[in-house]
């Protein structure tokens, strides 16, 4: 009987062992759930049975927690998601629009988020790329020409709405929306064609005006040239006539003289003999003695001809 019993106390022994050993481990593995790590940026929601708790859990180390707790961690960071569409005017002409949304999640409303649509993907799936993509629409049947995109006024009147009704409507299904902006816009080709051409003719229109605006200019420095070398040339005929004129009164001063006193021609003629009598070049005087008035040099050329002999 006694043998019975160690046999049976040895299984129970070893049956404890492994219950202490499965409660150890057991009480590790719950030791380490009752700390939760939240990446930088990011917030944590749990769950508790599938049923979603209300409060946020921060970045950080969150201890203690509840280790039946279930994580869903959402990036609070700022995000950008790019959309394009083709976007149709009030002329039926659709326009390749190409937008970038900067947006970022509302940790304080990630529960929410968590209990009404799902994770950060879904939510833009179901929330952000539908309403960017029905907004772009809307906007632009406001849009008369297609051509009007390219109007800074109607670019910034686009990007403005967007923000404000996209915004709007996102801040309630907790994103907040920081700024729409336009990427680029690209036209139908045959517009992008007829608008390359009105450039051109403008291009050569301004060309034109700029080469019509020299050849005025160069006209203007001609007439001004021109005008300048006429006042120049009635400048110097007025300064001629001013001399014509005071040496014509010269000599009728000198005829007026000579009229008036037959004596002048003599006193002239001895003021010259003076001036050649001055000059210490000279050596040889010729004098008519004949003349009533000895003037120099004044009948060699008549003595000559007539065959007198020339007096000194």
Known sequence: MAGNSNQIYVPRLKFVSV????????????????????????????????????????????FPVNPLYEWVLYDARQKSHQEQAAVPSQDQLRTQVDVSVQYRIDGSKAP???????TAAQVMEVHL???????????????????????????????????EELSEYLLT??????????????????????IESKKEREQEVE????ELERYQTEQQQVVVKAKAENEAAEMEAQRRKLL???????????????KNNPAYIQLEALKTLTDISS????????????????????????????GKPVSQ
């Open 173 to 194: 299904k907790g994103i907040i929306v920081e700024q729409v902006l336009l990427r680029d816009i690209k036209l139908p080709d045959f517009i992008l064609r007829a």
């Open 279 to 306: 000059d210490p070049a000279a050596k040889l005087y010729f004098i008519n003695g004949d003349s009533p008035m000895p003037l120099p040099l004044m009948h060699i050329g008549q003595e000559a001809a007539a």
């Open 19 to 62: 219950i202490l050993i499965i409660a150890f481990f057991a009480l590790i593995l719950a030791s380490t759930r009752m700390f939760k790590t939240v990446p930088p940026g990011h917030v944590g929601v749990a769950t508790l049975f599938g049923e979603v708790q209300s409060n946020v859990f921060p970045e950080g180390l969150n």
């Open 112 to 118: 929410l988020i968590l209990k009404e649509t799902g």
């Open 244 to 258: 014509a004129d005071a040496k014509a009164y010269e000599i009728q001063q000198i005829n007026e003289a000579i």
């Open 129 to 163: 790329i539908p309403k960017v993509r029905s907004l772009l629409r809307e906007q632009g049947k406001k849009v008369k020409r297609a051509e009007d995109f390219f109007s800074d006024e109607m670019q910034d009147m686009f990007q403005k709405t967007l923000t």
């Open 207 to 210: 060309k034109q005006k700029a």
